[in-house]
């Protein structure tokens, strides 16, 4: 059977779930803002999860329809056969959103899905009480322009959740979203990479897993691990098995990465050992005064950058500093993701490229600089 899976992605970032996407073989695959959307039967619902790096979640879209008023949307919610995909002791909670819609008020329609649900499971189970004590089953409706699209999520934890980072320093960036930095930077197999402001060490961490095709969830569960009627175990099974036949060990790649920080450094060595990368990634105290940036490695960082005045000063120093660094000994490239935008200002140079994107809620810009970025700022 073939499905519709919609993987939202933090914007800039969808052309690279895409490419995940269709790496894995899924369908269709289409590009709109902050998402990517697909098809495939379940064993691209269990790769999806295990492999896309950049995506936020893999929802399974049930319908998708026009609805003005609470009863087109609760006879659209109520047409789907809930009894196939649902036990009747299923926990199912529903989430949504509403923009530019007639139905604007998200707790009302809520409610109204939550209402056709529970009719629609009593009536298929042939029961009259739903004790929702089993498996959680994360239900959310998107009403967009009076489209509503409702979706089960097969996710449960974001994907970001690798299973590797339980404890982080003050400002880490979403693995996701590092993810996606790694490819637009071109990290390959046999890459060499450094991070001057490694923190918790996602970066490097997520570089390495891709060099080395550890797939990003295979430490972890699944919400649809428990959907055994829409993903039986042995496709998980199966999936998880080509996971681990796919990686790739004789790969070259290398990271040195350093902090200032001492936790921070103990930290980022404990998260690549979980990660299996810990070969692959060494981890340094340094202060980014002593950088030397290696004329074979990509640099990817995330230098800090403060709200507070002192923080604001103490941030456009170290780029001053990262600047001059960059140009005494040239890397292969170098890409910094900061919400600061003064960056250019403060680092000294124009960036050959510049893509936005967005740190959760927090607008960024990636600033990239290749061979011929030396020149001086005019
Ligand atoms: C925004 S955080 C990096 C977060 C990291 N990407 C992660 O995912 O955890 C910036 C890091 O720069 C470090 N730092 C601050 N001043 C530094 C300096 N002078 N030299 C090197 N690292 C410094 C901080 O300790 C902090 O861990």
């Known amino acids: 059977m073939k499905y519709t899976m919609i993987a939202p992605c933090y914007f800039g970032t ?18 709109t803002d902050g998402r990517v959307t ?15 790096r950049s995506a936020e979640r893999v929802l399974l879209l049930l319908k998708s329809y026009t ?20 036990p009747a002791d299923a926990q199912f909670p529903v989430k949504g959103s509403s923009l530019s819609s007639t139905l604007s008020s998200v707790p009302a329609c809520q409610s109204i899905v939550k209402k056709a649900m529970v009719e629609r499971l009593k009536k298929g189970h042939h029961t009259q009480t739903l004790p ?6 994360k239900v959310r ?11 089960l999520d097969t996710s449960g934890d974001g994907l970001h959740k690798r299973g590797y980072r339980r404890n982080a320093t003050e400002a880490p960036i979403k693995e996701t979203l590092a993810a996606a930095i790694v490819d637009l930077s071109r990290i390959r197999r046999d890459s060499r990479m450094q991070d001057p402001f490694c923190g918790s060490g996602t970066m490097v961490i997520e570089a390495a897993q891709k060099a080395l095709n550890i797939a990003p969830g ?9 959907y055994t009627d829409l993903v039986p175990p042995q496709v998980w099974a199966r999936q998880r098995e080509k996971c681990l036949a796919e990686v790739r060990m004789d790969a070259a790649f290398e990271a040195l990465a350093y902090d200032i920080d001492p936790q921070a450094v103990a930290l980022a060595q404990h998260n690549a050992k979980l990660a299996g990368v810990a070969e692959r990634c060494r981890f340094e105290v340094a202060d980014v005064r002593d950088f030397v940036p290696d004329s074979q490695s990509a640099v990817i960082t995330n230098p800090p950058y403060g709200e507070r005045l002192g923080d604001l000063a103490e941030a456009a120093r170290l780029e001053k500093i990262l600047g001059e660094r960059f140009l ?19 680092f000294g140079l124009k960036a050959n490229r510049r893509r936005k994107l967005y740190n959760g809620m927090i607008p960024c ?10 020149k001086p700022k005019k």
């Open 328 to 346: 005494k000994s040239r890397p292969l490239s170098l890409s910094v993701i900061t919400s600061d935008g003064d960056f250019e200002k403060n």
């Open 14 to 31: 969808e052309s690279t779930a895409a490419f995940e996407a269709r790496r894995l073989g899924a369908e269709s695959v289409q590009v």
């Open 365 to 374: 810009q990636l600033y990239m600089y290749f061979e011929d970025a030396r």
């Open 218 to 226: 295979i430490r972890r569960r699944f919400a649809a691990e428990r």
């Open 38 to 52: 697909f098809q495939g039967d379940s064993e691209i619902i269990a790769a999806a999860n295990l492999n896309l």
């Open 141 to 151: 409706f998107a009403l967009r322009k009076n489209r509503v699209e409702i979706l």
């Open 67 to 86: 609805a003005e008023t609470f009863d087109e949307l609760f006879d659209g919610v109520y047409d789907i056969p809930w009894e196939e995909l649902m």
């Open 132 to 137: 929702e004590t089993g498996a959680l089953y």
